[in-house]
């Protein structure tokens, strides 16, 4: 894991970092609902779960419509938005540890 050390000069310019860092965990987390909808209407739509659907979809077994690959570009944006999402908590949670309480 890298490292970035940060020099603040005050609680106030922390606190403007945690704040900016939760804002775009909100906007993530939008970004989230919208992609996990989307995902929702394709399983409906194909009665299979995600997971059933990338283990074929990995196989070879949905062909190459572009249905398919949108599902599977949503549920790749999903694992991309998930990940991020748990990074900004971590940073959220490195600030909030060093601030004045």
């Keep these: 894991m890298a490292e970035i050390a940060l020099?603040?000069?005050?609680q106030k310019e922390l606190?403007?970092?945690a704040s900016a860092l939760k804002?775009?965990?909100?906007?993530l987390e939008w970004e989230i609902i919208k992609t996990?909808?989307?995902l929702e209407t394709f399983e409906k739509k194909h009665s299979m779960t995600n997971k059933q659907f990338l283990e074929k979809y990995l196989k070879g077994k949905m062909g190459d419509e572009e249905e398919i690959m949108e599902w599977a570009g949503e549920y790749q944006f999903l694992q991309?938005?998930?990940e991020k999402h748990q990074q900004l908590e971590d940073l959220i949670k490195e600030c909030l540890k060093h601030m004045e309480v």
Excluded: G, M
């Excluded at 020099?7 to 005050?10: G, L, P, S």
């Excluded at 804002?23 to 906007?27: F, Y």
């Design 15 to 17: 606190s403007l970092i």
């Design 23 to 27: 804002r775009e965990k909100e906007l």
């Design 36 to 38: 996990k909808t989307k």
């Design 80 to 82: 991309k938005f998930e």
């Design 7 to 10: 020099e603040v000069k005050d």
